[in-house]
């Protein structure tokens, strides 16, 4: 259990009359308050049960406990409590684990929980500063995200980003016929926001070039390695859909199959040259199990 001590408990909601799961009693009892603001409120702290915040949505409730939101400002949790393990942090820069499901900011559809609220949240409370967005991965992709510390590290590093390498860990269905090579065509996003691919220039067509590697096959799916030349939207989604191999989980770009529950595509490696050093930095994620144990054996 997550819980902190939080001596303002602010205001109390009547107790639960039976044995319940905290989010969907919430969920009644702070009715019509969304799904999403009473996830906010979990996740930021401001929830307490017989005086304890408490994060964990399945935190089960007896008859009688004391449950109250807190006015307060939300008490410190580290980035791993929010979901968002940092990897890699310094004065100027910062890389957290983003898990898939997340967005890494905000959209039109979903403003209040992103990567980039619940590091922002982690930082503010303990008035260290905010982050500064440097670049994005998808929704359904995991895996290291970068961020700055500061406006001018964020406008170096975006600014020196052709010399980010960036390397991801994919499990597609099937085995791509070459052992390892190189994609390049050209990417245009349609009205269905699907990407297409097309080896000629025209019109937004943008150039996209991956190289990738099979890392190894287990049971019809394989591991492959991609790193990427160019950054266009869904490029490694199209470019191995493209090889006859889509990543499973994506039935976007063709997949038939889903054994995780997600999308399996991971952001492994990233090498940046650090925006006031100079030094060359190297941060890897490990795959996740999820994804580890459909190309593992044993």
Not at 10 to 39: E, F, I
């Amino acid at each position: 259990m997550n819980a902190r001590s939080q001596p303002n408990t602010g205001r109390d909601l009547p107790p639960p009359t039976a044995h319940a799961v905290l989010l969907d009693w919430l969920l009644t009892a702070l009715a019509p308050m969304n799904r999403t603001r009473v996830k906010q409120l979990l996740r930021s702290g401001r929830v307490s049960v017989n005086g304890a915040s408490i994060t964990r949505h399945d935190h089960p409730l007896k008859p009688a406990d004391r449950v109250a939101i807190g006015r307060d400002a939300p008490v410190a949790h580290t980035a791993a409590q929010l979901g968002v393990p940092v990897v890699y942090e310094d004065a100027a820069v910062l890389v957290i684990d983003k898990p898939s499901g997340l967005l890494s900011v905000a959209t039109e559809d979903e403003k209040i929980d992103t990567a980039f609220v619940r590091l922002r949240f982690h930082l503010e409370s303990m008035s260290a500063g905010r982050p500064f967005v440097v670049h994005r991965l998808d929704r359904d992709t995991s895996g290291l995200l970068l961020f700055a510390r500061t406006a001018e590290s964020r406008d170096t590093l975006q600014t020196n980003w052709e010399s980010v390498t960036k390397t991801y860990l994919a499990v597609v269905e099937g085995t791509p016929r070459e052992a390892e090579g190189t994609v390049e065509n050209f990417l245009t996003e349609g009205r269905d926001l699907r990407v297409r691919a097309s080896n000629r220039p025209g019109g937004e067509a943008k150039a996209a070039v991956s190289r990738y590697r099979v890392v190894g096959t287990r049971d019809g799916n394989s591991l492959v390695e991609v790193l990427l030349e160019t950054g266009r939207k869904h490029q490694i989604r199209v470019h191995l859909a493209g090889l006859g191999c889509p990543v499973v989980g994506d039935t976007v770009y063709g997949a038939t199959t889903d054994p995780c529950g997600r999308l399996g595509l991971h952001a492994w490696r990233l090498t940046f040259e650090h925006p006031t050093s100079g030094e060359r930095v190297e941060v890897e994620s490990p795959l996740p199990r999820e994804l580890r144990r459909i190309v593992n054996r044993g």
